[in-house]
């Protein structure tokens, strides 16, 4: 009986629904395994994870089973390796399991299946799979595999049993969404499982956004507390380790280590990768985004940048007669240091022509904030009739501060395909501008240097929707709105919970009563890549219609 079995971690960037690719993708990987035993794919690597409701479809369930089976067969030769697929045992069955494949020569040689289908923050595994009987070890080269699907690794149990089947090695294939402190309790679950048993653990997690998830990767093996191997963030790779098996015990040898980035570089990775993958995997390569000579937008410019590179993207200044020159400067030096395509258009005549338009409606009525929604309005406009006629997609630049207190113009700045920054808050903002001027993701696209410039980041944020305004004429300073804002968002405090922390209470009820009533607002908005631990999306779901004021 063999006492090494070669084991590669394959991090890979796969697209729901698209069978052919992923399969090409992991046909390719097991070309390149050199002389690994199995190669290990993340969660439904041949699928694509999330699948959501497509699940509930019989024909995407049959293609994958169908495309499972031709893949099995064209792996014939070389490695063994487990692939993730929704799978029916029998014909008929209501909903699938969530399951990995061990494919070796030419068949289907093994199955585990999913115990715990998560159910909280963005997963809802419950409504489209069912969960498997504890799965038992599968069979490779005299070893025994305990496979353990992604949650599955989260709780005890499922690792005790394949332990007690007599397994060697814990296998942990994941779709493992990014959000912060994320890194930690996946090491934590891992070292908890690998110390209880005594078993090394490989842990193997996706890269690559899907809608508003990004997946980080950083797969990793674990032999106790020691790390074995670790993949890096963000990107694509192998790594191969050694199981070694003793009378006495299993071990894990060889393995490289990548190293992480952590805080603002972590955040920016992901906000780089959500947009890359969102505009790439929708079939879009350009886009197009207004730039103000605010931070927001000279942010996401320089993310795009970073992530499609500066020929495909584009900014245009939209003047008004409120727009100062400073503004006009700072924008023009931001497009330069990206190197982008930089268009002015000013919006006066469309601000004169429309208020012609509806003057006799108007008549007698001042001037408010339906004028400065119009300024917005005519901007989202002539943004979105760039993108219809250039074909880029139409980015928006809301941070998390904003889109909470429904400080924008519906169908005005609103407007746009994807929002890179939905779920970062406005000091959060500041503290990422500052960090790309003095370093950036060695895979970004953009350049080194200054791209956010200096006054932009030290100017009062102002709209610039009427003469001589500034955020703070109508919200709070940021600092204290975001420290309110993550009580009441992030961990759900009540109104005197959060005055209690030495905010005015008056403050904090005004500061919830706009976050509740703009829900409808958020509920219209375009997603962005999730970075928080509750993002405005599928982890917090209030209703819309809401008298709750405690
Ligand atoms: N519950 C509900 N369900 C569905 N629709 C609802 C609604 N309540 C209002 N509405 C509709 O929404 C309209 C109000 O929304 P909207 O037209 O957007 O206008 P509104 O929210 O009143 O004003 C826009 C706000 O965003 C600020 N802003 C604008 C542009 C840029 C920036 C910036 O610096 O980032 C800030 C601006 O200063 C102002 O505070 C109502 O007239 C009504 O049509
Ligand atoms: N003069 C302008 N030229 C081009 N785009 C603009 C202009 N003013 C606003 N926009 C677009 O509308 C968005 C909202 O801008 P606004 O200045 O009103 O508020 P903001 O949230 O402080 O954003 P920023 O920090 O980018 O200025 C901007 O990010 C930008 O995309
Ligand atoms: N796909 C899953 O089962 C993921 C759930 C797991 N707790 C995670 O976030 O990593």
Request: charged share 25%; glycine share 10%; with cysteine.
């Amino acid at each position: 009986m063999a006492d090494i079995l070669k084991l590669a971690l394959v991090q890979l960037n796969q697209v729901v629904g698209d069978l052919e690719g992923n399969a090409e993708r992991i046909l390719k990987a097991q070309a390149e395994a050199g002389d690994a035993d199995l190669l290990v794919t993340p969660e439904l690597s041949l699928s694509g994870y999330p699948p959501e409701d497509l699940v509930l479809r019989t024909s995407y369930v049959a293609a994958c089973r169908r495309r499972a089976e031709e893949l099995a067969e064209a792996m014939r030769d070389g490695p063994a390796v487990l692939v993730g697929c929704p799978w029916c045992d029998e014909d008929g069955a209501a909903h699938p399991y969530n399951a990995v494949l061990l494919m070796d020569r030419g068949r289907i040689r093994g199955i585990a299946r999913k115990v715990h289908l998560p159910d909280y923050g963005p997963f809802d595994e419950p409504r489209t799979f069912v969960s498997g009987p504890g799965p038992q070890p599968m069979e490779l080269r005299g070893f025994k595999l305990g496979v353990m699907v992604c949650e599955d690794m989260w709780f005890p149990e499922v690792s005790r049993s394949l332990k007690e089947a007599g397994a060697d090695v814990l296998i942990a294939p994941h779709g493992s969404p990014f959000r912060k402190g994320v890194k930690r309790e996946r090491r934590e679950h891992a070292e908890n499982r690998a110390g209880e048993t005594g078993l090394p653990l490989i842990f193997v997690n996706q890269v690559g956004g899907q809608d508003e998830l990004i997946f980080d990767g950083g797969s990793f093996a674990v032999d106790g507390s020691h790390m074995a191997s670790s993949l890096p963030l963000y990107r694509k790779g192998t790594d191969i380790v050694t199981l070694r098996r003793s009378e006495e015990k299993r071990s894990l040898e060889g393995g490289k280590r990548a190293s992480w980035p952590e805080d603002e570089a972590l955040v920016y990775g992901a906000l780089l990768t959500g947009t890359r993958d969102y505009v790439r995997k929708s079939g879009f390569s350009q886009v197009v985004l207004g730039l103000s000579g605010g931070i927001d937008s000279a942010l996401v410019a320089a993310i795009a940048v970073d992530a499609l590179g500066a020929e495909n993207v584009h900014c245009v200044r939209l003047p008004s007669r409120y727009t100062s020159e400073s503004s006009m400067t700072d924008a023009e030096a931001c497009a330069k240091a990206l190197g982008v395509r930089m268009d002015t258009i000013p919006i006066e005549p469309g601000v004169e022509a429309l208020s012609g338009m509806l003057s006799e409606v108007f008549a007698a009525r001042p001037p408010d904030l339906t004028e400065e929604n119009l300024q917005s309005r005519l901007r989202g406009t002539a943004l979105m009739a760039i993108s219809n006629k250039l074909g880029s997609m139409m980015l928006t630049t809301g941070n998390k501060s904003e889109m909470a207190v429904g400080y924008a113009t519906l169908y005005g700045d609103m407007n746009g395909g994807y929002n890179p920054l939905k779920d970062v808050y406005k000091v959060e903002v500041f503290a990422l501008a500052r960090w790309r001027n003095q370093a950036k993701p060695s895979w970004a696209l953009g350049p080194d240097g200054v791209v956010v410039p200096e006054s932009v980041l030290t100017k009062p944020p102002s709209a610039e929707l009427r003469d001589d305004q500034t955020d703070q004429d109508s919200l709070p300073p940021y600092d204290v709105l975001d420290a309110i804002l993550r009580g009441l968002i992030e961990e759900e405090a009540g109104v005197t919970e959060i005055a209690a922390r030495g905010f005015d209470e008056a403050l904090v009820k005004r500061v919830q009563t706009m976050l509740f009533r703009a829900e409808y607002k958020r509920r219209q908005s375009a997603p962005g890549p999730k970075v928080s631990v509750r993002y405005f999306g599928r982890d917090r779901r209030y209703p819309i219609v809401n008298r709750f004021e405690g």
